[in-house]
């Protein structure tokens, strides 16, 4: 089983920061994260990841869940602390082309209902967001 962390950015004017992701025939928005390394907890892997897909240095906030779904193990993470600027990097901008487009993008969160935000991550965030 893989399992893979991320982490819901969040800013002072109520954005989460997603990819907003393009492919033939696809398009939908996904948490900025990825896989848990041998030795490394989720939470450094979450920072981690963040770091090199998004150049963000971050201070981890709550865990907010934890999913099951397709042979992974997911984690998510919150974040109201972070600095840098967003800007694409990793594997994301190796993998970046005409035919499949990462954007770092800031998605207001009263707009999340009009997204296609895969898997249980929109009703997580906002379930976090009303307490």
Known sequence: MRHRAAIFVL???DNV?????????EEYYSVPGGGVEPGETPEQAAVRELKEETGLDVTLGDKIG??????NYQYFYVSRTWSGTPALGGEELEKQ?????YDLVWIPIKKLSEIDL?????????DYLKK
């Open 97 to 101: 082309s005409p035919t499949n487009v």
């Open 17 to 25: 920061l997603l990819f907003h992701r393009r492919k033939p025939g």
């Open 11 to 13: 800013d002072d004017n």
């Open 66 to 71: 934890e999913v099951e779904a397709d042979a």
């Open 118 to 126: 895969r898997g249980k991550q929109k009703e997580m965030l906002l």
